[in-house]
């Protein structure tokens, strides 16, 4: 009795589950034929009479939108990484050493 029940909630779940998946295929392609919209900064529409401003942080010292990536990570080894943590904590333990005199 109790594997029908199993059986039974595991086959709801599964037409819930592909249902929700095709509705939201559906709603995607008509999403993507409708006229493209402001996909600007804060979605206000553009008729509205108020404009958004782009985050500060978007800016460059112009005060033109980036258009390049914001975080760049640059590789490095084991031993350089190590060498730098290193030289970190003892910077900090120089400090505050003469901050207890």
Do not use: C, W
Not at 48 to 58: I, K, L, V
Not at 82 to 98: I, M
């Amino acid at each position: 009795m109790l594997h029908a029940l199993y059986i039974i909630a595991f086959a709801v779940l599964s037409v819930l589950a592909v249902s929700n998946l095709i509705r939201n295929i559906i709603m995607f392609g008509t999403d993507a034929r409708r006229a493209p919209r402001n996909r600007g900064f804060g979605n206000v529409p553009e008729n509205d009479g108020m404009r958004s401003a782009p985050h500060p942080e978007m800016l460059d010292n112009t005060g033109r939108v980036l258009d390049e990536p914001l975080l760049v990570m640059k590789s490095i080894s084991l031993e350089d990484a190590r060498e730098q943590l290193d030289a970190l904590y003892e910077g900090s333990s120089e400090n505050t050493a003469d901050d207890d005199v």
